[in-house]
């Protein structure tokens, strides 16, 4: 962490040219308990940073702070050099979040939902939504009310949501829950394909994490040690 | 900015349609509240005309305050409203969209069953005309603050009964201008100075009340 800490130093929060997510000395507190302390690690395009800890160490928490759903105690998050809480809207732009709670609405079909939740970024066209779908592996089910689908398929519902988003951070709070192995291959190719174009990837999971040519680095909590 | 907001506005209708129950069951309040007046009190036409006015409003400030519930209670639950405060477009005209969607399903309603129960409540020709216009620039005010509200107590286990105390005495201005005019009406006086209130303060709300409600709304996901 020292070392991270160390190189946050001599990047000064508002220098435009540099890319990617800085955090610098973040505190969390739930309920007057101290979670983590004086948090700080950046994530550069085509990276993926895995974030470890037992229950309760505040990987949730991170992670809502760092989407700009929860406000820290202390600390700063900012991209590309801008601070995140300024420009909520340009930042909004370049994440994508995926809770707990998934965001799909059980009366909705799979294509409603994918589309209106579109429209709040880029409307996408029908067959886009379709093939998006498909690749998922939902084919067949985009007539079907999402409450007659099962848990893994609601998410693979949410995996194609995010595939069509076309950001450049994905923040993902235990990605894999309920899928089975075929989902989660898909996912982790999704997010193989994602780091290959430059994207960033946020996500806490307990399963391993293994993909080719990209820097993977792990975050502990509630140390706040990073590795590689 | 336009097509989030039409968006959202469809994707709500649909839901609305969807569950039949949200749209009735508001209506159903509204008129089932109304006829226990006579029921209970007497149902000499002077009496009821006198209460009429009153107890209409009261009914429909009680039957769009019980709905509110359905604003975002349930995008809460799901996580939409988290998606909807990380789109890149402003979260009050999102929220704006939501509660003209209220006001739809639950307003609307209202203002077309009105003339049925001013003529169960002996209300004259004319203060049935009144009333349809006082609910037209009163019910938006009730959803528009009622959305407040709502955003407050939205992370809240049990936020029913403090909603009501948050909401209601917002509401007593509208009811006191609204019950008066349509009272006014039937003693055939001027109702111009009520109605300008009423409409004043419906713009008021709609160009405070999105902008609170989305305040409310980031600090209750907090």
Not at chain 1, 87 to 104: D, P
Not at chain 2, 108 to 116: K, T
Not at chain 2, 187 to 193: D, N, P, R, T
């Amino acid at each position: 962490m020292s070392q991270e800490k160390k190189h946050q130093e001599k990047i000064p929060l508002g220098q435009k040219n540099i890319k990617g997510l800085f955090v610098s000395h973040l505190t969390c507190e739930r309920g007057y308990r101290e979670l983590f302390k004086d948090l700080s690690f950046e994530l550069s395009p085509g990276q993926i940073l895995h974030i470890k800890g037992e229950n309760g160490t505040g990987k949730t928490s991170l992670l809502r702070i760092l989407a700009g759903l929860a406000l820290p105690v202390s600390g700063e998050v900012s991209f590309d050099g801008y601070d995140c809480r300024k420009y909520r809207s340009e930042y909004n732009e370049q994440i994508a979040f995926m809770g707990h709670k998934l965001g799909i609405k059980l009366e909705l079909t799979p294509v409603e939902n994918i589309r209106s939740h579109c429209e709040l970024s880029i409307p996408r066209t029908e067959q886009e939504i379709l093939d998006a779908l498909e690749k998922v592996g939902l084919y067949g089910f985009e007539e079907m009310y999402c409450n007659q689908l099962s848990a893994g398929q609601k998410r693979r519902v949410a995996l194609a949501q995010i595939m069509l988003t076309e950001t450049r951070l994905w923040i993902l709070d235990e990605p894999f829950t309920s899928l089975d192995v075929v989902g989660i291959g898909f996912f982790l190719k999704m997010i193989q394909q994602h780091v290959d174009n430059n994207g960033m990837v946020l996500l806490t999971t307990h399963q391993d994490v293994n993909l080719e040519n990209c820097t993977t680095k792990y975050l502990q909590l509630p140390s706040g040690e990073i590795t590689i | 900015m336009y097509n989030a907001f039409l968006s959202l506005l469809k994707r709500d209708l649909r839901l609305a349609f969807r569950h039949k129950s949200e749209i009735l069951n508001p209506l159903f309040f509204f008129v089932i509240v109304v006829t226990l007046f006579p029921l209970g009190i007497s149902p000499e036409k002077q009496t009821l005309a006198e209460i009429g006015p009153g107890i209409i409003w009261v009914a429909a400030l009680l039957a769009s305050m019980l709905s509110l519930d359905s604003l975002f209670r349930s995008d809460f639950e799901d996580g939409t409203l988290e998606l909807m405060l990380l789109s890149e477009y402003p979260l009050s005209v999102m929220v704006l969209a939501k509660i003209l969607v209220h006001w739809l399903i639950t307003g609307f309603p209202i203002i077309l069953f009105s003339p049925l129960l001013g003529t169960v409540m002996f209300l004259s020709p004319d203060a049935i005309v009144t009333l349809m216009i006082t609910l037209l620039l009163g019910t938006p005010i009730l959803s528009l603050i009622g959305a407040i509200g709502m955003a407050l107590v939205v992370a809240l286990k049990r936020g029913g009964m403090l909603l009501s105390l948050l909401v209601l005495p917002l509401y007593i201005p509208v009811l006191i201008f609204s019950a008066n005019a349509v009272g006014s009406s039937m003693a055939g006086l001027a109702i111009s100075g009520q109605l300008y209130f009423l409409a004043a303060f419906m713009v008021f709300c709609l160009t405070l009340a999105p902008i609170a409600t989305s305040a409310a709304l980031r600090v209750s996901l907090e």
